[in-house]
């Protein structure tokens, strides 16, 4: 077990370079960045890239290992004749008449929601009245290297104090990968983007305080152990532009109006039907 989620968390590092790349394949079956990224927002409803950097990355490791354990399920349910079985039949017709139904619906309602047309100003007159909501904090990229104590973290800056620019960036996620206990450490520490409050307030109101392109210089306790940071890149806090959000807002006016338009749709729908 040990060694698939070595596995694991080795292939997820490379799949982030694209979503319908195959992170792995189980006895021929591919499992793309895709379907782990499906999985995550159906579990988080869609709020996952909300979530701290860290939490992401050791959810997208748990649902990778999920769905590898899925495929190894399902084929050796195949080889022991359960799809073949007369249970399994009679289950899978089940299934199947109630997703009739549920794809009829679904099409349905897509139908419905397609063709509710937002204008151009009802769009520019939601971004002008509510600019607050697409405020975003300052953020940072920032990596780290995490090991249980002091002495250790104390080492690792040494190995990279005399160090800077990329000779410093390289020799960091050398060290990441090598020295990190974190679940980021075979991404080379990588933590992505975050904004305030996002991490633990030890680390946050560290990383905060760097400049771009270093690390700090004492190792940074917290509830985890001794973290060692390298600061990537930092964003200024800033109002994301109308074009950016133009299709998140066109979506949100677009449901608020399919509310309206289903109660109508239903209310004339059941005047007409036979209701005993």
Known sequence: MKKVTKFISAVLMVGTMASAQTLVTVNGKSITQE????????????????????????????????????????????????TNSQEYKDEYKKLEERMKKELAIQ?????????????????????????????????VHARHILVKT??????????????????????????????????SGPNGGDLGYFSQGQMVPEFNDKVFSMKKGTITKTPVKTQYGYHVIYLEDKKPAMTRAFDEVKGFIEQRLKLEKFKTVMKEKMDQLQKKAVIK
């Open 35 to 82: 379907d782990v990224d499906r999985e995550l927002m159906q579990a988080t409803q869609g709020r996952f890239n909300q979530l701290p950097a860290d939490r992401q990355a050791i959810f997208r490791q748990q649902v990778l290992q999920q769905l590898v354990g899925k495929e190894l399920i399902y084929d050796d349910a195949k080889k022991n004749g359960i």
């Open 107 to 139: 099409v349905w309602q897509k139908k419905v929601l397609d063709g509710i047309k937002i204008s151009q100003k009802e769009l520019k007159d939601y971004y002008n009245k509510n600019k607050e909501e697409f405020k975003e904090k300052e953020s």
């Open 150 to 183: 002091e002495d250790e973290a104390k080492k690792i800056i040494n190995q990279l104090k005399s160090l800077s620019g990329e000779k410093l960036k390289e020799k960091f996620i050398e060290l990441a990968k090598k020295e990190s206990t974190g679940p």
